[in-house]
């Protein structure tokens, strides 16, 4: 996996840690109402910034994956379904934000569509083809 990848990833972490804490923090989170007037922005964005982070993170782990009965989950996925979970119900207890399920839902559905997309560009683009 190249290098520009994985320092892609990181940095793509950090804005989102950095999104984060200036939703989290009352004097910063109208840093992030610029997308009021579009329609379900909200929603789009969450799909949008999970999948891409999903995306990039299934490419670092080389889109390896686990099979819990027959069903086979990517790891990065996994990974990414976890955090995005417990930062969504964190919002319970933060004054200021409200935890959305319709959120939630738009971040996994990011999640997996990314995730796949991710799997069927490691397979097509980066797996090692055996030398004949």
Request: no cysteine; hydrophobic share 50%.
């Amino acid at each position: 996996m190249p290098a520009r990848i994985k320092i892609i990833t990181a940095i793509y972490f950090l804005i989102l840690v950095g999104i984060v804490v200036l939703a989290n923090n009352k004097g910063t989170s109208y840093l992030l109402q610029f997308g009021g007037g579009i329609p379900y922005f909200d929603k789009i964005s969450h799909f949008l910034l999970m999948g891409g982070f999903s995306f990039l993170l299934n490419l670092v782990t080389k889109a390896k994956s686990i099979q819990i009965w027959k069903f086979r989950y990517l790891i990065g996925s996994i990974i990414v379904f976890t955090i995005v979970t417990l930062e969504e119900f964190s919002q319970i207890f933060v004054s200021g934000r409200a935890f959305d399920p319709i959120d939630l839902v738009a971040d996994f559905l990011g999640i997996l569509i990314f995730g796949e997309a991710a799997r069927w560009v490691y397979e097509k683009h980066f797996r090692q083809r055996p030398t004949a």
